[in-house]
Every structure is written in structure tokens, then in C-alpha cells.
């Protein structure tokens, strides 16, 4: 972010002519002079630095770091997920000199397969999107026409079907989709669980007009492989499923905020376990750690390794909000927990070991488990941190456009000089600034001094708000050989350290700032 800067130019100029004699001789004595000039202002403030959506301010001005994370999802294609899965039929002629009329099928088949979904026994679904090929090989000496339909599939009472003419010695192979269709697994008979099935009929092209002799070894063959089924609905036994998942999320947020460590006072964070399935479920959080590059902080909280019961949701059967969701909240306080301890060490992410159990009873629903899609398994932590803290090493940094007229910075006139900085400290911490000087391409040139001017804190009252800024006074000497630096120099750095640990605890709220004003105060030779 960069500060438009007022150029202001003072000129002091002075003259002292001597006049000696009759002669009529003048001599110019030298002099010093001093100058001031204007080099950067601008203003720092938290909430403008850090733009992100988790950091936002309440109605009492206090700055709120809100962090919404997901930790575990499981929907349908996780609980139920539906494998490739191919039919296949084929005929071959044993014999040859076998006569046949066109028109009237030579071939009839109905090709039942189960989807491999282990203990998984699904009964119905209905389609949200899908893809499945049809591969038809003729090698009969005459086209022939194929009739395919999957009876398991249909859509407001139809079922799929198509109707392809093969070309001899030809092959033939389409994609199509069941999006919308809803699928009877039960098999032809009613009784089967996971099981889709098709009927196909072959026969030579009805447009010939002579009976086909067949030759031994002729045959047909077709192929029909679903390489995805998503459903919006399924309904069955989801089994009796226990599964482990250790993963980690990252945390962005404190990329953008710099900070050593931090002294958490007050939080409000709930943990929500979601279920929107219709089955039962157990889930058991054995692990919760905060880590980064050096550290790990794991939670402490009587949800660590306590198995939570959670009973199945309601199918509400109303397609704009078909599910009633079963949830548990669960509250971390400073009371009940160190979840503090996992922010305070500027975390990079959070780490996770969860167990889940769907139907630990078994098979009580008798067939009717059901889940839509959309409708999760979930846990997931809102977080509400009032930055009511005391922090050690909070940086702000911004960098502005240098103003500082060229004409000043002259080596054979320079003496001396000062970069003088009047700064205004709205925040409560003790504060320590640095400027680093930056060239036209961003590169850093150098810094005026490789220690950090000190600050004073704003003045709190007795609620750890401020009662009002301080007004300071921070000076980095240079020399002649700090002019060509300076004079490369088109923007600097202006970056500040906060640290409120010998203060304690205090409330930063939106409107607090830093405002500076550097101006350079320069001793000059004038002739």
C-alpha cells in the first residue's frame, strides 16, 4: 500500500555580500546552513495492513479474528462411492448353415451385474450425474441392429434404451448419461441388493431382403462400463463401517499476521459434529494439534479420545429441504480447555485423528438408510477471538513513496544530517520503527540504522482501552556517505515492532493507528 506523500520544499537562502574599499573587490565567505526537508508520511493501521475476511471489528470497536473451518467432510460418494463397473454379453455361431430372416432377433440376452460396494446393500438411487459407454462389435458379413436397454434405469416411467445399427465386420461406441433417472437395484426378481441389469437383443438389418445364412464362429459382443455414477439419493443398509482419517488443514490466516507469540485472554469457539445422513453414527476425535514450522500444541478438552453418539437424520421428503440434521456443539473456554495454546503459537495449520463408526448397531433401520447428496457427515470449529491479548513481536509494515528533494543531497555541501521521525502512537504497545530504503525496482538499498527506534506505548485506562496517544521523537543520524543511497531511493519501509508484555494485557480495537512524520534535518555549506 502506498501513502501519496506532500512534497513541501523550504529553501533558506542566505546572502552576505562584502564590501571593501574603494577597489571595488567583492569576496563570497562560506557558510553553513540548515535544512529541512520533507521525506515520508503516513499512517499504519491493523485492520488496513491485514486484509483479510477473518479479521473484522464488533460493535465495541475491539478488532475479532473469526476463522469458520471445515475439518472433516463425508458425503455420499465417501459413504457409498460406486466403483466402474462393466457388463458384458456375447454370441458366437457354433455352427455354420444356419439360416435366419432379417428383422426378427437372433439374439436375446438380459445382462444382470452388482456394483462392488462391499458391505454396502443399496435398493435405489436416483441419478445426479453420471457417464457410461456402449461398445458394440459386429462381425457377421451384414449390418445388424442392436436394440440395448437398461431396466433398471428409468425416467417418469420410461426406460433407457437405444437402438444402434452396427455396420458388418463394423464396430459402433457411444457415451450417454442416466442424469435424472432413478435406478432399481433390487435385480429382476425384487430380492437382490447393488444390482443393475439390461436387456439386448441382436438381428440382422431389417432392410435386407434375403435370409442370412450364418457361418460358424460368427459373433456379436457388446460392452456397457459405467465410469461414474453420482447419485442425488440413495437409500439401502450403508453397512456397518469404521474408518480412521488423520489429516491436516491449513491455516492462512497468520500468514498476514506477523507475530511472535501472543498471551490469549478470552475466546468463544464451538465445535459442530453434523450428521445429515440417515444412519447412525459414533465419531471419536483422538487428535487436535496446532503446528508450525517449529512447534505443536495439542488440545486439551474432555473431547479427546470420548466417543460421541450421534442418531440418524430425518428424511423430511421435501425436495427443497429434504433433511433434518442431528448435531452436537461443543464449547472451548478458558475454563475447559487450552485451545488458546493452539492459536498463540501462530499456527500454519491443524492436524487431526478421527474415528468413525456408521451403524455400530447393525442393520436397524431394516433397508432404509438413506443419504442425499449434499447432505454430509461433518465437523467443523467456528472461532471468535476478541483481540483482547498481549502480544510480543506484532510487525506492521507498509511501504510509501520517498519525497526528498534531490537538490539537497549534495556530498561536497553536506556537513551533516538527521533523519528526524514525529511519530504518534495510537495502540497501546510499546513500539520500535525501522525504515528501509527501496530503489525503483523494490530492491532494498539499505536501512539508516541496523537498530530499531523505540517508541512509547499509548496511556490505557483502567479497562485496557486508550485514553490517549503518546507523542514521540525518533532520530537516525546519516552521513555523506548515506547520499548516494538515498538518492537511488524512490520508496522505503516503514516497519514497526509492537510488544505488550510488560504492559499485560490489552484491548486493540480499529481505530487505533500509528502516524509518522519523517522530515530530514540537513546542515549544509552555502558560498
Not at 495492513?49 to 463425508?74: F, K, N
Not at 455352427?95 to 458391505?119: A, E, S
Not at 520517498?402 to 561536497?412: G, I, P
Request: aromatic share 10%; net charge negative.
Amino acid at each position: 500500500m502506498h501513502r501519496a506523500i506532500t512534497r513541501k520544499t523550504l529553501v533558506v537562502t542566505v546572502c552576505i555580500l562584502s564590501f571593501i574599499g574603494c577597489a571595488k573587490q567583492f569576496d563570497i565567505a562560506a557558510w553553513e546552513l540548515d535544512a529541512l526537508a520533507p521525506v515520508v508520511h503516513g499512517r499504519l493501521n491493523l485492520v488496513d495492513l491485514i486484509d483479510v475476511e477473518e479479521i473484522t471489528a464488533a460493535g465495541d470497536g475491539i478488532i475479532h479474528v473469526q476463522v469458520s473451518d471445515t475439518l472433516l467432510r463425508l458425503g455420499l460418494d465417501s459413504l457409498i462411492g460406486i466403483p466402474d463397473t462393466t457388463l458384458k454379453s456375447e454370441f458366437s455361431v457354433p455352427v455354420g448353415g444356419i439360416q435366419w430372416p432379417p428383422g426378427v432377433p437372433f439374439y436375446r440376452d438380459t445382462i444382470r451385474t452388482r456394483f462392488n460396494l462391499k458391505d454396502v446393500a443399496l435398493t435405489y438411487a436416483e441419478v445426479k450425474r453420471s457417464l457410461f459407454t456402449v461398445d458394440l462389435k459386429n462381425n457377421l458379413k451384414e449390418p445388424i441392429l442392436v436394440r440395448y436397454k437398461i431396466l433398471s434405469a428409468t425416467n417418469n416411467g420410461d426406460t433407457f434404451e437405444l437402438e444402434e445399427l452396427v455396420p458388418n465386420k463394423g464396430t459402433f461406441s457411444g457415451e450417454y448419461n442416466l442424469d435424472g433417472y432413478a435406478l432399481n437395484l433390487r435385480g429382476p426378481d425384487g430380492t437382490k441388493v447393488n444390482m443393475i441389469y439390461a436387456y439386448v437383443e441382436a438381428l440382422i438389418d431389417p432392410a435386407i431382403t434375403t435370409n442370412y445364412t450364418f457361418s460358424a464362429g460368427e459373433s456379436f459382443k457388446i460392452e456397457n462400463t459405467f465410469e461414474e455414477i453420482i447419485p442425488s439419493y440413495a437409500k439401502g443398509f450403508f453397512g456397518q463401517q469404521a474408518t480412521s482419517y488423520a489429516d491436516s488443514t491449513a491455516i492462512e490466516l497468520f500468514q498476514s499476521v506477523a507475530f511472535k507469540s501472543a498471551d490469549i485472554v478470552d475466546f468463544d469457539v464451538t465445535f459442530t459434529i453434523d450428521n445429515g445422513i440417515g444412519a447412525d453414527l459414533n465419531l471419536t476425535i483422538h487428535e487436535l494439534t496446532s503446528y508450525n514450522a517449529t512447534a505443536t500444541q495439542s488440545l486439551e478438552h474432555s473431547i479427546i479420545d470420548q466417543q460421541q453418539t450421534f442418531g440418524r437424520a430425518i428424511d423430511l421428503f421435501n425436495p427443497n429441504d429434504p433433511v433434518k440434521h442431528v448435531q452436537k456443539k461443543i464449547s472451548f473456554t478458558p475454563s475447559n480447555s487450552n485451545l488458546d495454546a493452539l492459536v498463540e503459537i501462530r499456527p500454519d495449520g491443524i492436524k487431526y485423528g478421527i474415528d468413525l463408526e456408521v451403524n455400530p448397531l447393525g442393520d436397524v433401520s431394516l433397508g432404509n438408510d438413506f443419504v442425499y447428496f449434499g447432505h454430509d457427515i461433518s465437523a467443523f470449529m467456528d472461532m471468535d477471538i476478541p483481540l483482547r491479548v498481549g502480544f510480543e513481536g506484532l510487525q506492521l509494515s507498509d511501504t510509501f513513496d520517498l519525497s526528498l528533494d534531490s537538490a539537497a543531497l549534495d556530498e561536497e555541501r553536506l556537513q551533516s544530517g538527521v533523519l528526524r521521525g514525529y511519530i504518534t502512537n495510537g495502540y497501546p504497545f510499546s513500539t520500535a520503527i525501522q525504515l528501509f530504503f527501496l530503489d525503483s525496482n523494490g530492491v532494498v538499498l539499505d536501512s539508516l540504522s541496523e537498530t530499531q527506534q523505540q517508541v512509547m506505548a499509548a496511556e490505557t485506562d483502567g479497562f485496557g482501552n486508550v485514553s490517549s496517544a503518546t507523542e514521540s521523537v525518533v532520530e537516525f543520524p546519516f552521513i555523506s556517505d548515506d547520499v548516494n543511497v538515498l538518492k537511488k531511493t524512490t520508496q522505503c519501509i516503514v516497519k514497526v515492532r509492537m510488544d505488550t508484555y510488560n504492559t499485560g494485557v490489552v484491548n486493540i480495537r480499529d481505530d487505533y493507528y500509528i502516524e509518522f512524520n519523517f522530515v530530514a534535518d540537513l546542515s549544509l555549506l552555502a558560498q
